[in-house]
C-alpha cells in the first residue's frame, strides 16, 4: 500500500514524469496537476522536476505525435510553473543510491533524489515509487484526482 496523502497541504513538491505527462496528454490525472499548478502560478506551492525527468516527458511526446509534438511540449514545460533542476553530481550520486536499493527506473531514481535531497513529496502516479517510500514521501495523483472530483 502506498504512503498516504497528506492532510495538509506541502508547501513544495517534486514531480515525476508521469505527473507532468498526465497534465500535458490530458490524461487520468491532468485535473489533479492542473490544480497544483495553478497553485504554483498563485506562489502557494513551489514545483520543480529534474532535467532527466522532464526529459522523459519529451521522450512520451515525441513517440506520440513526433518531434513536432515533442517540441510544443519543449515549449509548454517551459512556460509552466515549475523550476526544473539540472543533475550535479551530488544529484546523480542520491538517484544511483536508489537504483541500488533495487525496484524502481533510473529515470524514477531522479525524481526520488531530488525529493529526498530537499525534503519534499514526489508526485507520482507510478506505482513503482511505493518502493521508495519509506525514504521519500509520495502523493499519489489517483488519490489527489479523486479528492478534486470527489
Known sequence: MGSPVRTMDPEALVLDAQALAAYVGSEPGARAVAAILTRATREEIVLSITTVNAGEVLLAAERKGGAQASHETLDLIQDLPIDIIPVDLELAARAAWFKFRGGISY??????????????????????????ADRVEVLWLDELEDMETG
Open 107 to 132: 529515470a524514477d531514481c531522479f525524481a526520488a533524489a531530488l525529493a529526498h535531497r530537499d525534503g519534499v513529496p514526489v508526485l507520482t502516479g507510478d506505482r513503482e515509487f511505493e518502493r521508495v
